[in-house]
């Protein structure tokens, strides 16, 4: 029997990514000549960029997140304590056009073992990852764009038929439903095109077992689906592909985290993004649903509990403060951990069968989440 599918519109065509490369390649550029106008006219090179320093990260109350504010910082070569980050951010704009000239991929770690083969010295990846955050702020750009990834991967599980963009794959075809253990989520799959599904909602999950669970028991069948699991604090690189497919096929997004103020904090950051990250956009979705676990629900519906730990709380002392959790559901499920002490992860509802979780749990939620 044929599947019912709406059609979709190709997300991006492959003109539109090429567009998006060279505008980039030319903020590189524009920041290389600047550089060399400064050395052609006896100047040291300076450069400009937003400050990401805690007092210039403000909540903005119409994006409902965490923005840069208008502080900016100046590095110069005029200053002998910041000759070693001019020269490391100099090199690291080389390095991301040479990727994006020859069409190559890069893990962050790839990043601070290259710098080596120019004699650009970094102490650890650490202040090599500094320094790409750094070069996002000067171009706006998020380092994926910048053919630049961390390791970490997350997967996706569902109808959709994706058409992918990457150098050598143009063209080819997949449905997501068609390998047992899911897609990873990486470059070549989050810049594919979207062709066309049957899925009416996205459900993130933060385990990769109940991830498992939810392929074996057909969540994206019996739900009409997609299922990703985002491995605990979601990538960057998957808070992408939410952000494509909530806004490109008009889905909901629904969130399933363990029950403890972390996975609270895993869903937020998917709503309204992270302080770390306020000088990127496109990496959040606003009308994003958490579904639970809900410290609530802990006692409705009887589930093993783990006693909290002082740094359970102190997180939770963190939480209260930030503007993002000061009022609805956030707010009361806060109140709530204080006051039974006790935290309980996804798999708590094994307790009553392996299918409990989705044949109870899940669709009991999603009735609750209408009226929210």
């Known amino acids: ?43 040291f ?34 200053n002998i304590k910041q000759i070693r980050s001019v020269t490391q951010l100099t090199w690291l704009a080389f390095f991301a056009n040479e990727l994006m000239s020859n069409k190559k991929s890069s893990t962050l770690r790839d990043v601070y073992y290259s710098s080596q083969a120019y004699a650009v010295d970094y102490t650890d990846q650490p202040e090599s990852d500094a320094i790409i955050t750094d070069l996002e702020s000067v171009i706006s750009t998020a380092r994926e764009r910048l053919n630049i ?13 994706i058409e992918y963009t990457v150098p050598g794959y143009e063209g080819n075809r997949a449905n997501l439903s068609s390998h047992p253990d899911g897609y990873l989520i990486g470059p070549s799959l989050s810049t594919a095109d979207f062709v066309d599904t049957s899925a009416e909602m996205i459900i993130a999950i933060e385990k990769g077992g109940l991830f498992n669970r939810f392929i074996e028991e057909k969540v994206h069948s019996k739900y009409k689906a997609i299922i990703i699991d985002t491995a605990g604090q979601a990538p960057r690189t998957t808070r992408y592909m939410l952000k494509r497919l909530h806004k490109e096929l008009n889905l909901p997004v629904y969130i399933m985290t363990d029950g403890d103020v972390y996975g609270e904090h895993i869903a937020m950051v998917i709503v309204s993004g992270s302080a770390g990250a306020a000088h990127l956009r496109d990496l ?20 093993p509990t783990i006693p909290m730990t002082e740094m359970d709380f102190k997180r939770v002392s963190e939480l209260k403060r930030d503007p993002r959790y000061q009022k609805g559901v956030w707010n009361k499920e806060l109140d709530v951990f204080l006051q039974i002490k006790a935290k309980c992860e996804l798999e708590a509802f094994s307790k ?21």
């Open 352 to 372: 009553y069968g392996l299918t409990t979780i989705v044949d109870k749990y899940l669709p009991e939620k999603l009735e609750q989440a209408k009226s929210m």
């Open 149 to 161: 990834y961390p390791e970490e991967r997350s997967a996706i599980f569902g109808d959709l038929d």
């Open 1 to 43: 029997m044929p599947k019912s599918k709406k059609q979709t519109k190709h997300s991006k065509s492959q003109n539109d990514i090429e567009e998006q490369k060279v505008q980039i390649r030319s903020q590189l550029k524009q920041l290389g000549e600047k550089i060399y106008s400064d050395l052609n006219s006896q100047r």
């Open 284 to 303: 959040t979705v606003p009308s994003a649903k958490w579904l639970g676990i809900w410290a609530s629900d802990i006692a409705k519906y009887k589930l």
């Open 45 to 78: 090179p300076t450069i400009h960029f937003p400050s990401r320093s805690v007092r210039n990260i403000v909540y903005d109350k119409k994006t409902k997140q965490y923005i840069l504010g208008s502080n900016t910082v100046t590095r110069t070569a005029s």
